[in-house]
């Protein structure tokens, strides 16, 4: 049985036979991720709990924080409801909602099968945000079985009173636009949607640094995007509003790609985001994958899970100093090695296990961080660009590469930076009810994430978080290593 003595996991590819490919090993990395995954969640009973932020001092302090004592508190936010943010967690508490309709590259996992998403983000803003979240995934099904999107919107709005922002998670398309933008217009607290939104303002971060490191121009490059849901719509109404040029980009999608000539679209009410980018990209009308990307500069793929679903000899047929963001989940739709090999000169993915994750998750916790911090009523699309380049250049000081264009998530300065852009450019734009300065935001942000961080920590030293047993790590090694090439 393979030995596992570093709970860190770090160098992953060193755990698996010497014999393997290097297919076998990207292989071998994600049967093992899941499988520990799995044994993990069960171990620990899920990954989330709630632990007071008020002390216990003497039997009357349950009289403060309950009856009668809390009675003034409830007073207080009925004559001045803003006074909730203040007098409860809800400045701080962000709702988690998903229909659980397409968890990752898994689809339709029903109402309840997406808490362990649900979970890991609200694990994620807390440990790299500061910020306390709740995973609250809901039955939105109709009398006809299929989820309601207006079930969904009238949820969110029942639950805003409790919470400072609503992060939106693993909802499918269209549904997606339809609650992100009802709600974004009708709620008085951030609605965000992270695979749509969080996925574009990360992209957009990448994109920047990798167009520097390959010398090229935002506004001259050819992009051609594999997938158009929610993620690449979001991804390319970013971009064109940063600066590229709508003309040279070309959406692809299961049945060619997207242009004024797609009557599916522009007759579907629900598809109105791609009918939008079918008017505004790819003049030409060219129809195929193959087409699209000859000559491309930038690859942008969030589409099925591969690893064959881009070809290698599509890559081949991209320009000098090609960028390849391959970020479908869990597997992307060619691995970094094999796009590597076909000529491109800068791969990303969404995966923490390669180099150059785009994962929305570098964007998120710092973002809702400070939207929370100055109440902001809402998240604008110029909020994530200043997002995207507080992101961009946290990795740029520290010195960009091919193989290093955005910071890692363990780089602590990227969640407060992050939290300190999204809050002023929230002042400029007339959302926030609070005002700060940027360094208030950033000394606010920074604490409260170094204080969440050793919270978890000092759970961990003092063992009410148990440190798992070296042979489940083991265990789910040797099921991954028997599993490869089936």
Not at 31 to 39: D, G, N
Not at 432 to 441: F, L, Y
Not at 460 to 483: G, R, S, T, Y
Request: net charge negative; charged share 25%.
């Amino acid at each position: 049985m393979p030995k596992i003595t570093d709970l860190k996991l770090e160098n992953l590819e060193a755990l698996f036979p010497e014999n393997f490919t290097p297919d076998q090993i990207a292989e071998g990395q994600t049967l093992f991720l899941k499988e520990l995954a799995e044994s993990m969640h069960e171990f620990y009973g899920g990954k989330m709990q709630t632990v007071p932020k008020a002390g216990y001092y003497g039997f009357n302090w349950f009289n403060v924080w309950y009856s009668p004592g809390v009675s003034r508190v409830s007073t207080e936010i009925r004559d001045n409801p803003e006074r909730s943010f203040d007098l409860s967690n809800r400045g701080n508490l962000v709702a988690v909602v998903s229909d659980s309709t397409r968890v990752l590259g898994d689809g339709d996992c029903g109402p309840a099968g997406g808490l362990g998403v649900m979970e890991g983000k609200a694990y994620l803003m807390k440990y790299l945000g500061g910020v306390d979240a709740i995973a609250l995934c809901i039955d939105a099904r109709g009398d006809d079985g299929k989820s309601d999107p207006k079930k969904i919107i009238d949820f969110v709005k029942m639950v805003q009173p409790s919470v400072g922002a609503v992060n939106l998670e693993d909802i499918s398309q269209p549904n997606c636009f339809e609650v992100l933008d009802t709600l974004r217009e009708t709620c008085d607290i951030p609605v965000w949607h992270d695979d749509a939104q969080g996925t574009g303002c990360v992209t957009l971060a990448g994109l920047i640094n990798a167009l520097k490191v390959a010398g090229k121009k935002l506004e001259e490059v050819k992009i051609t995007m594999l997938g158009a849901g929610a993620a690449n719509s979001s991804i390319a109404s970013l971009i064109i509003q940063a600066g590229g040029d709508p003309q040279k980009i070309i959406l692809c999608d299961a049945a060619g790609t997207l242009h004024s000539g797609r009557t599916d679209f522009r007759d579907n009410p629900g598809f109105y985001k791609q009918w939008e980018l079918c008017q505004r990209t790819n003049p030409n009308m060219v129809n195929s994958i193959e087409e699209a990307m000859k000559g491309a500069d930038v690859l942008i793929a969030l589409s099925r899970p591969g690893p064959d679903t881009v070809k290698p000899e599509w890559v081949r047929s991209m320009a000098d100093k090609a960028i390849c963001f391959v970020c479908a989940n869990p597997v992307p739709e060619i691995y970094p090695h094999a796009a590597k090999a076909a000529g491109a000169y800068i791969v990303a993915t969404g995966r923490g296990d390669f180099p150059n994750q785009v994962n929305n998750s570098l964007c998120f916790p710092g973002l809702l961080k400070g939207a929370l911090l100055v109440k902001a009523r809402k998240i604008t699309d110029t909020m994530a660009i200043a997002a995207a380049y507080a992101i961009a250049g946290v990795a740029e000081k520290k010195g960009l590469s091919p193989d290093y264009i955005a910071p890692l998530m363990n780089e602590t300065e990227t969640f407060p930076a992050v939290a300190k852009a999204v809050a002023l450019q929230a002042i400029e734009d007339g959302v926030a009810r609070h005002e700060m300065t940027g360094d208030e935001v950033y000394a606010q942000a920074k604490r409260e994430i170094d204080e969440a961080r050793a919270l978890t920590h000092h759970l961990i030293d003092n063992q009410f978080i148990k440190e798992p047993p070296a042979e489940m790590l083991e265990a789910a090694l040797e099921k991954a290593i028997a599993q490869v090439g089936r």
